[in-house]
């Protein structure tokens, strides 16, 4: 028979654990919440690599003296990458500035569809005039230190250094 002194002890002991419990599996559940951000950031960053990559290889086999301007202009702003071109250059003969836009336009398209954009500009601190690609996701801008209130800039640079900015999400690939 038990002491009146010990009646309810069980309970309070269950509780005990049940709290124990609880504060184990809050833990766990933000052990998995930081893994799924870790596998989202991977994947976008897997995504944007590519997407500069091809769009590097296609400069690279438009390699005339005018395609790195045609595709610096076409990269340039939204409203460019967006214009549909005037020819598929499947089916017909391209010269290098429709393909730089066809070209521009297809890398957009892919960009755009995984929420992320497009930017192509001299890569810092290079005296032989390589351009860099940039492709950003998130509330970052493919650009080189244009913060505003709403984005971060992807990287800071001077005329000797470059890295990228606090807390952006994007990637830069040099492009020759």
Not at 4 to 17: D, H, I, P, T, W
Not at 23 to 49: M, W, Y
Not at 145 to 161: F, G, P
Request: proline share 2%; charged share 15%.
């Amino acid at each position: 028979m038990q002491a009146k002194y010990q009646r309810g002890a069980g309970l309070l002991e269950v509780l005990v654990a049940l709290l124990l419990l609880a504060v184990a599996v809050l833990g766990f559940v933000a052990l998995q919440l930081r893994a799924v951000e870790g596998t989202i950031e991977g994947s976008n960053r897997i995504q944007a690599i590519n997407i500069a990559r091809d769009l590097s290889e296609k400069i690279r086999m438009n390699d005339t003296s005018t395609a790195i301007a045609a595709y610096k202009t076409q990269l340039a702003s939204q409203t460019n990458q967006a214009a549909a071109p005037s020819s598929d250059c499947y089916t017909v003969f391209c010269t290098p500035a429709l393909k730089a836009a066809f070209d521009v336009n297809q890398a957009y398209k892919q960009a755009s569809s995984a929420g992320m954009t497009l930017n192509m500009m001299t890569c810092p601190g290079t005296a032989n005039g390589r351009q860099c690609i940039y492709v950003a996701w998130g509330k970052t801008d493919a650009a080189d230190t244009t913060a505003t209130d709403k984005h971060i800039a992807c990287t800071t640079s001077s005329t000797s250094s470059f890295s990228y900015s606090d807390d952006s999400t994007c990637i830069v690939m040099e492009a020759y």
